[in-house]
């Protein structure tokens, strides 16, 4: 079997710090906030329904999905400053797969944007199958107009009767470029080219690459918060498994028998930890953090005395120092 050498494995970023002057637990609790703030909006938005607004189906489900996720952030996130091992690790999770699902919505609703963008370009309508559609045609106020018209030409004539007046009439046109596209199929490709599409698109990644940074922040101090309970003076039955090797794997604090292993969190800690075993309890065991954490158990003494003085007290407690004089020594 041949063995991958070091260099070649892939290894997750573990960032020790948050914007390079935080230490991670204030950057999980900026981030929880930053989420908290965000799931609030899906409890307003099955609050709008009672008001008689039309969801769709999509909407519906992410709205659903936001009042679940808001209710397991408000259970884990007290539990930051505690650092609790399964609590900490849950909420790595929570956001884990809080960002793949957040991701997919924006996506869906791009897309079915970008369609509508397009569809308005080319004087069509939308799409009825992409998702969301029925939703964008409703607000969004220019899918399907009840006049469609780029520019209004208004015709005046003397009014009849005793009265002086005049009569206008609005006569509406549509432009050489709209008269051109108009009948054209909306495409994805053609929403994203108009105007301000590709800075929306940019704007979008970016934010993407954001929720990722955040990622690697949250599951570095619930990774933190674990090797710390491991190498915590309470928790003896756990150790490292130093035997020489590059990557070091601690005891798991979920197995059976540990005080943290125990009932239904036991259970979903294991399978919690079991993905990415590597990453949560593997590493080098001489770490900044834990040299930190050997270093708040050590306490130094000073000594005021003269040189050598702390050596003969450990000597004489020891039985190790020199041999007692002879009693006729003083005798001459």
């Known amino acids: 079997m041949a063995i991958t050498p070091?260099?070649?494995?892939?290894?997750?970023?573990?960032?020790?710090?948050?914007?390079?002057?935080?230490?991670?637990?204030?950057?999980?609790e900026m981030i929880s906030l930053s989420m908290l703030f965000n799931k609030v909006t899906g409890f307003f938005g099955l609050l709008a329904v009672l008001t008689g607004l039309r969801l769709s189906p999509l909407q519906l489900s992410m709205y659903i999905y936001s009042v679940g996720a808001l209710i397991l952030l408000a259970i884990l996130a007290p539990h930051i400053r505690k650092q609790t091992p399964f609590h900490c690790l849950a909420l790595a999770w929570l956001y884990f797969f809080d960002t793949i699902i957040n991701t997919a919505f924006t996506a869906a609703f791009a897309i079915t944007w970008f369609i509508a963008v397009s569809a308005d370009h080319n004087s069509s309508k939308i799409l009825k199958g992409a998702p969301g559609s029925n939703a964008i045609d409703d607000t969004a106020g220019f899918t399907n107009p009840q006049y469609n018209a780029s520019k209004v030409g208004v015709v005046v004539s003397p009014a009849e009767?005793?009265?002086?007046?005049?009569?206008?009439?609005?006569?509406?046109?549509?432009?050489?470029?709209a008269a051109a596209s108009s009948g054209q199929n909306p495409s994805l490709?053609?929403?994203?080219?108009?105007?301000?599409?590709?800075?929306?698109?940019?704007?979008?990644?970016?934010?993407?690459l954001i929720r990722v940074y955040f990622i690697l922040i949250v599951m570095?101090?619930?990774?933190?918060?674990?090797?710390?309970?491991?190498?915590?003076?309470?928790?003896?039955?756990?150790?490292l498994h130093t035997d020489g090797a590059g990557d070091s794997i601690a005891d798991n604090p979920f197995a059976v028998g540990n005080p943290e292993g125990d009932g239904w969190k036991g259970q979903v800690g294991r399978i919690m930890v079991k993905v990415g075993k590597s990453y949560w309890l593997g590493g080098q065991a001489?770490?900044?953090?834990?040299?930190?954490?050997?270093?708040?158990?050590?306490?130094?003494?000073?000594?005021?005395?003269?040189?050598?003085?702390?050596?003969?007290?450990?000597?004489?407690?020891?039985?190790?120092?020199?041999?007692?004089?002879?009693?006729?020594l003083g005798k001459l």
């Open 189 to 208: 490709g053609q929403g994203v080219g108009i105007e301000e599409g590709v800075p929306s698109l940019i704007l979008v990644l970016i934010m993407t």
């Open 286 to 328: 001489d770490e900044d953090w834990v040299k930190g954490l050997d270093g708040r158990f050590k306490t130094t003494k000073s000594s005021g005395g003269p040189p050598g003085t702390i050596e003969r007290e450990r000597r004489a407690r020891s039985g190790t120092g020199p041999p007692t004089p002879s009693p006729n």
């Open 6 to 28: 070091r260099w070649m494995r892939l290894r997750v970023p573990r960032p020790r710090t948050f914007l390079y002057f935080m230490n991670l637990r204030t950057g999980v």
């Open 161 to 177: 009767g005793l009265t002086k007046g005049q009569d206008a009439v609005a006569i509406a046109a549509a432009s050489a470029a």
């Open 220 to 239: 570095a101090y619930a990774r933190q918060v674990l090797r710390q309970y491991i190498h915590s003076p309470s928790s003896t039955k756990l150790h």
